[in-house]
């Protein structure tokens, strides 16, 4: 009995350790009292007939972000840009030499590409538990656009 109440306890416990990290929080951010980074939304005015129109014909392509390292490995992306919209991202290169790297990233990679079509920008959020993964996978698409022209 003793030990059922340890392993129920030890799996809740665990749980409620899991799910208490907060993903990073990348893009715009303002500090608050206590060091505490709060993430504000960049303010976007109305686009003209003229920008809409260049937006719509803008930058079109495939742009490799750098290779970024972090503390389990490099991290590199790849996105696919047609008129100025991001199509694909690939991540070619991310920590996957252990297990726990597998483990970690088969889950926390396809989110980060979510993350970044979603938002059509760097204007992304990290994957709490990858968080070396998701600065690299933040860097690399800050460069990968910065290549393409867009922010």
Partial sequence: ????????????????????????QFGSSSTVAGGIQKTTPTPTAAPTPAAAKAAASGPSGTFMGDSINTQFGPVQIQITISGGKITHVAVPVYPNSSGRDQQINSQAVPWLIQEAMKA????????????????????????????????
């Fill in 1 to 24: 009995m003793k030990r059922a109440l340890l392993i129920a306890g030890g799996t809740v416990g665990g749980l409620g350790a899991v799910l208490s990290i907060t993903p990073p």
């Fill in 120 to 151: 059509q920008s760097s204007n992304i959020q990290g994957v709490g538990g990858a968080s070396y993964t998701s600065q690299g996978f933040y860097d690399s698409l800050v460069s990968a656009l910065a290549k393409a022209g867009m922010k």
